[in-house]
């Protein structure tokens, strides 16, 4: 479903509730970026299963140069509450776009990609997307959007490789 409300336009992949009873609702990004996760090896803390944490707290909190870490940037940059996701988010992402298939051949991945370009957006690609978490100073976890895979791959942090926004609201 696509959402467009105060400036904010996505794609619906996931509503959420919490052990707190809040209910969250997740967007995609219309578009999708090929960029380092960072120019240099440093650790970040990076290891909350939120994405709008680990993209706010290194550079808000620990006030690192975000100039240093091109897919945080790039995802910033979309405009206030957009992150890079978390692993756990681009999983629910994966999951979303597959209809639990995971194998980017899957029906519903064309599904969504026609939604994407039909309203300007940039269709997924077949191909390893950046999460937000760490798993060391130099390397971080990425999802697999192809082969039936999820797999948290740990590669190096200044290989180029792609980053969808996220955006998360409450509505409750």
Same mark, same amino acid.
């Given at each position: 479903?696509? %959402?467009?409300?105060?400036? *904010?336009?996505? +794609? /619906?992949?996931? +509503?959420?509730?919490?052990?707190? =009873?809040?209910t969250? +609702?997740y &967007? ?6 090929? &960029? ?16 709008? %944490? ?7 909190y620990? =006030?690192?140069? /975000?100039?240093?870490y #091109? ?7 979309h =405009?206030?509450?957009?992150?890079l ?8 992402m994966?999951?979303? /776009?597959?209809?639990g298939? &995971? ?8 599904d969504y990609?026609k &939604? ?11 191909? %390893? ?5 760490e798993?060391?100073?130099?390397? *971080?976890?990425? /999802?697999?959007f192809?082969?039936?895979?999820? *797999?948290?791959?740990? #590669? ?6 792609t980053a969808?926004?996220? %955006?998360?609201?409450? +509505?409750?």
């Open positions: 479903t696509l %959402y467009n409300e105060n400036g *904010v336009k996505g +794609v /619906i992949y996931a +509503v959420t509730t919490d052990n707190k =009873g809040n969250y +609702v &967007l995609m990004s219309m578009d999708e970026e090929d &960029l380092q996760w960072s120019t240099k090896y440093e650790w970040c803390n990076c290891s909350s299963t939120t994405g709008l %944490y680990n993209t706010n707290d290194p550079f808000d620990w =006030g690192m140069d /975000i100039n240093n #091109p897919a945080f940037k790039w995802c910033k940059e =405009g206030e509450g957009w992150f996701p978390s692993s756990t988010e681009m999983h629910m994966w999951e979303a /776009i597959t209809d298939e &995971l194998d980017f051949k899957a029906a519903k991945v064309a990609n &939604l994407l370009t039909d309203n300007g957006g940039e269709p997924f690609c077949e191909t %390893y997307y950046w999460s937000s978490n798993s060391s100073e130099d390397m *971080v976890e990425v /999802i697999a192809m082969d039936k895979s999820y *797999v948290c791959l740990e #590669p190096y942090k200044d290989r180029t490789y969808r926004a996220g %955006y998360r609201f409450k +509505v409750n």
